[in-house]
């Protein structure tokens, strides 16, 4: 009989790496289709600077991803750039209360009320989400984020918002992007749950020194042989008492078993790949929408200052690329050295658009416009580097609360684990894998005590 383990995790990104790491001391199995782990946690390291493609943000060690960042004897540094600022018409504000960002930006008279009632309308949002979100005793996680997801989410966040004009409009769907979707099809509750993590003083304001991918890598060399790369997973299907994985690796067919399965893939994925599954979960997975991201990592070496030491994120409304992030921030206590890392972001419908050309046309309008925004600085970029996230993130859309039952409901050894289930980010992973992990082992717990003598 073929060794029946007691977990396989299917999916090697943040939220299943996190569950094998809390499942170590147990006989747990991991796979990765792709041939790497980190999943949307990616950089590659460039002498004292690195290159981010993906996700960067980390919270304090009170929040999942950065409590496990520090588990693992990371270096989680503060940002000390300015985190919101907005670059348009030739001139960036940074730094302040957001409040005054209407006032400061080169606005005419109807863009700057326009812009004044959009900010009302956010801040009074967030003040009705921030008491939603107030915890509730004796309330469980299922039902914590059942009554989040309903929070505003009838209408689109531009209907909540109302008309605004060109210029402002504009400016709001460059900001919305960072979260995969266009206020016209994001659920107003999600497009105020963005803002409100802006806003909070409990926002995530650490990077990892090194990189991001510094954390699914200490995982890695935690688990060892446990992980298995380039293994896609076919099919998986509850038999009795335990259940059957199948994989494809390279030429071979490969078949695991296990007493528990966490699914840890995205929605779409989990939607093709397990068997038996009750019907309203298997529409509901099938609901479940995604926004593209497009990322290009740069490396520069310049020898002094620059105008944007001071920042870490710009919104730059009307270029290609719509938010500038200063990946060698946390680098910029003390001396100033040579050099630096960027990273250039577009979400949504916009990067959509730019990947349907190839990865020097998207290099070139990045570099032209980043010239445009920091002149001069074409010249002392000496790398672009391109990535293409097709599924960069889930998001909320009205209605997609009433989809959450069925995506959270007990389906007995197959355990499904994503930041679809929740306002997707590192820690909405982290903590709905953690939970599938207890879950399980306080169900081998029971079986070992059901089976002592």
């Known amino acids: 009989m073929s060794k029946i383990h007691d977990v396989i995790i299917v999916g090697g990104g943040i939220g299943g790496l996190s569950a094998a790491w809390r499942l170590r001391h147990r006989d747990v199995l991991l796979l990765e289709a792709d041939s790497r782990v980190g999943g949307r946690l990616k950089s590659e390291q460039r002498g004292e600077y690195w290159l981010n493609f993906g996700g960067h943000l980390f919270g304090e060690a009170s929040s999942p991803a950065g409590g496990l960042a520090d588990e693992l004897g990371l270096d ?39 812009f004044i009632k959009m900010g009302l309308k956010l801040r009074t949002g967030v003040m009705r989400l921030l008491a939603v979100q ?24 531009a209907d909540y918002v109302g008309t605004l004009t060109p210029e ?14 266009d206020p016209t099809v994001m659920a ?20 990892l020194f090194g990189g991001s991918s510094r954390l699914p890598e200490a995982i ?36 695991a078993m296990a007493r528990h399965v966490i699914v840890a893939t995205t929605a779409n994925v989990t939607h093709r790949i397990v068997r038996g599954l009750p ?19 740069v490396l520069t070496d310049e020898t002094g200052p620059m105008p944007w030491d001071n920042s870490y994120a710009i919104a730059t409304p009307g270029l290609s690329f719509g938010v500038f992030f200063n990946m060698a921030s946390t680098l910029r206590i003390g001396t100033r050295k040579r050099g630096g890392s960027l990273m250039l972001f577009r979400g949504a419908r916009g990067a959509e658009e730019l990947m349907k050309g190839s990865d020097e046309d998207i290099a ?15 010249a002392v970029v000496r790398e672009i580097k391109v990535q293409r996230w097709p599924l960069g993130a889930p998001y909320s859309f009205p209605g997609r ?24 980010c590192m820690d909405a992973a982290i903590a709905t894998a953690g939970e599938c992990a207890d879950r399980i082992l306080a169900l081998l717990r029971e079986d070992a005590g059901a089976l002592a003598p």
């Open 188 to 207: 107003a509750g999600y497009g105020l749950t963005s803002f409100g993590q802006v806003w909070s003083k409990h926002s995530f304001g650490r990077n």
């Open 134 to 157: 107030q915890k509730v005793p004796g309330e469980d996680p299922a039902a914590r984020r059942v009554r989040q997801l309903s929070f505003d989410n009838a209408r689109t966040l």
């Open 76 to 114: 989680a540094r503060p940002i000390p750039g300015d985190r919101m600022g907005i670059a348009m018409h030739g001139k960036l504000v940074a730094g302040g209360r957001s409040e005054t960002f209407p006032l400061r930006l080169p606005l005419g008279l109807r863009s700057r009320l326009s």
């Open 220 to 255: 890695a060399r935690e688990l060892g042989d446990r992980i298995v790369t380039s293994a896609e997973v076919t099919c998986i299907e509850a038999h009795g008492g335990h259940v059957v994985v199948d994989y494809v690796r390279g030429s071979e067919t490969c078949r």
């Open 401 to 424: 609360a009433e989809l959450q039952p069925a995506l959270t409901r007990d389906l007995g050894p197959v355990h499904l684990a994503g930041d679809y289930l929740e306002f997707p």
């Open 364 to 378: 070139a309008a990045f570099l032209t416009d980043l010239d445009r925004l920091f002149p001069g600085t074409r």
């Open 279 to 297: 019907e309203d979960t298997r529409s509901a997975l099938g609901q479940i929408r995604y926004g593209a991201f497009l990322s290009a990592a």
């Open 168 to 181: 402002v409009d504009l400016m709001l769907r460059t900001i919305t992007e960072r979260t995969a979707a």
